[in-house]
């Protein structure tokens, strides 16, 4: 069903972000790697999962590459784990992140990563054993990841099993929680300083 209402097929290759539509998450090196991408091979589709205050300037971008066909903002969704199922890989493109829970819930699907060199993902993974890394705005080599992904990727899905292993040895649980304690004493403690 998810397929039909996107409007794609089994012979697309998916690659997919979970973030909000924010300068910081990187969207752009995607939307010019895609570019990239569709001149060598045009089965790859790229799904935007999230809303924001960019989406605009994103969906602009897209339109002026001539890259709707290949570039679906789905927005705000309830199915996020029905869509990584659907997915070939997860690109994570952020300039600047902590520990991100869409990049864990990923990992936990065993979903191949390709993840940007200050997204966080090496605060639990290890680049090249768990996943492939890029530097933030090198989209030529976020295209060459992508399509060499497709093309190795059994050795991608070896990849994606090691980061989902490794991720076992931390409770995603506690980890949740502890990061709820943090942002609710830091609001705790703004408030006590406020006048």
Do not use: W
């Not at 029905?82 to 520990?99: C, I, M, R, T, Y």
């Amino acid at each position: 069903m998810l397929f039909g209402e996107l409007n794609l097929n089994t012979n697309h290759f998916i690659c997919t972000t979970v973030a909000a539509l924010v300068p910081r998450k990187g969207y752009e090196d995607i939307i010019n790697a895609c570019r990239l991408v569709v001149e060598r091979d045009q089965t790859y589709r790229f799904l935007f999962i999230g809303s924001g205050a960019h989406e605009s300037s994103l969906r602009s971008l897209v339109e002026s590459l001539d890259l709707a066909k290949y570039i679906h903002f789905v927005g705000q969704r309830s199915d996020v784990h029905e869509l990584l199922q659907l997915s070939n890989v997860f690109v994570f493109a952020s300039s600047s992140e902590g520990l991100s829970f869409a990049l864990m819930e990923a990992v936990q699907h065993n979903i191949p990563l390709i993840a940007s060199t200050r997204c966080g993902a090496d605060e639990f993974l290890h680049p090249d054993i768990h996943y492939k890394s890029y530097e933030n705005g090198n989209t030529a080599h976020l295209a060459h990841l992508l399509l060499d992904m497709k093309e190795n990727y059994e050795l991608a899905l070896a990849t994606a099993n090691l980061a989902a292993k490794e991720l076992e040895k931390y409770d995603y649980n506690s980890m949740f929680s502890d990061t709820l304690d943090v942002l609710f004493r830091t609001r705790h403690l703004s408030d006590e300083i406020s006048p």
